[in-house]
């Protein structure tokens, strides 16, 4: 995947808005929400040729409801956000940043009753970020997974294994560096976001505990790590003011660096500059945690106000759950994702090998989000610590501590 639209709306999670924008095509009053007339059907606007295309050619062949497809540009979650809260002009829509208090106010309709019977199918992490009170607000559509890639050649040449542990994986940054590339890529911003998304959930505890009750951020291994981080920060290993961030595979491709943060969805682009010269770990286990591969997603759902709600599920049900052929095309021929559904996973030609193949069993293995429970707020918080640790070489253990207090007195409220 070149373009970074649909994949920076998936890396970042949506935040909740209530202004309105210009959609194409439509007022805020078109197509859903009443008894009478089409499904409305919202996407955000994609930026890979064809996609678009190919979901007017899905909706025109099914025959059992006309839908009403809407394509927003500009911010897609404030858009969705003031329909939903109004209780008009929506029926079915695709998201990736459930919220806990819209659920329960039914802005969301429940689907447990088409997730429930299928779930044995789904990758084990896709439940997760559609799952509030026990029941299912969503069908998980792509997934994307975020890890550690790497350039065997360069490791072979340095003398260098694949890391298993944090401490392992800075001095091998380190050793990886010469005067031809660095060691690693974590982002222009020295690697301080992807570092507070990754590494507390790879420690002991994690970030959040599976009840969505707890906060766990002041384990010492955690703390440690960080420390570590700002001394990595400091040692020249890292390259910094790439001309693309982390999410473009063009530094990795021109040799830049070794070891790259990095998305499935720049493997194709890599693979036809490379070939067999790439391949992935995941975020190594801090002691006494878990290997961790970061994961986020897409899903479809059904408007709770919508005057349609059982054809609007009809639909989704037929989209994502029934039609693996179009999960497949829809996964990998715009883009390169992994579709959550067994079926359509194992169908799937292009990620059946190599290092897509690879991702596909480490994200099964490993894949870890925080869920809904997990706020836009919270990862705010943490993000502001550890860039105070990393960056400015702030007390870890003082932050650390700090923001779990904060983001616990946030997920009090959500109980």
């Known amino acids: 995947m070149t373009s970074p639209t649909r994949r920076k709306l998936a890396v970042t999670a949506a935040l909740l808005g209530a202004s309105a924008l210009l959609i194409s095509g439509c007022s805020s009053n078109a197509g859903g929400g009443g008894a009478d007339g089409p499904i409305t059907q919202f ?28 394509w927003v540009e500009g911010d897609y979650a404030q858009r969705v956000n003031a329909l939903l809260a109004s209780g008009r002009g929506i029926d079915l829509f695709e998201y990736n940043a459930i919220n806990v208090e819209a659920a329960r106010q039914g802005q969301y309709a429940d689907m447990t009753d088409l997730v429930e019977p299928v779930k044995d199918d789904i990758l084990p992490i896709a439940l997760k970020p559609v799952t509030i009170d026990g029941k299912y607000y969503g069908i998980p559509m792509i997934t994307d997974a975020q890890l550690f890639i790497y350039r065997p050649s360069m490791f072979e040449e340095a003398g260098v294994e694949v890391p298993e542990t944090w401490d392992e994986l800075v001095e091998a940054a380190k050793k990886l560096t010469n005067a031809d590339h660095k060691g690693l890529f974590l982002g222009n911003d020295g690697g301080a976001g992807i570092l507070a998304a990754n590494l507390p959930p790879a420690a002991p505890g994690g970030i959040i505990d599976d009840g969505n009750t707890t906060m766990s951020l002041e384990s010492p291994e955690l703390a440690e790590a960080l420390t570590s981080a700002h001394e990595l920060y400091d040692s020249g290993s890292l390259l910094m003011g790439a001309p693309t961030d982390w999410w473009d595979p063009t530094s990795f491709i021109a040799g830049d660096v070794a070891m790259s943060w990095q998305g499935l969805w720049a493997i194709p682009a890599i693979k036809e500059a ?25 899903n479809e759902m059904v408007a709770g106000k919508s005057g349609k709600i059982e054809q609007a599920k009809a639909i989704a049900k037929q989209q994502w759950i029934d039609d693996s052929d179009w999960q497949i095309e829809f996964s990998t021929k715009y883009g390169f994702h992994i579709p959550p559904f067994k079926d359509a996973r194992e169908k799937a030609e292009t990620l059946g090998d190599g290092v897509a193949k690879q991702i596909v069993d480490l994200t099964t293995e490993y894949g870890w989000t925080g869920g809904p429970y997990y706020t836009p707020a919270m990862s705010t918080a943490l993000t502001d610590a550890v860039t105070r640790i990393v ?25």
Do not use: C
């Open 43 to 70: 996407y955000h606007q994609y930026g890979e040729e064809g996609v678009q295309e190919a979901v007017n050619r899905w909706a025109d062949d099914y025959k059992d409801a006309k839908i009403d497809l809407q």
């Open 391 to 415: 960056v400015d070489g702030a007390d870890a253990k003082s932050e650390l501590s700090a923001a779990q207090s904060t983001m616990q007195g946030m997920l009090d409220t959500l109980q």
């Open 274 to 298: 490379l070939g067999d010269d790439v391949a992935a770990f995941p975020v190594p286990a801090l002691e006494g945690g878990q290997p961790i591969v970061g994961v986020s997603q897409w």
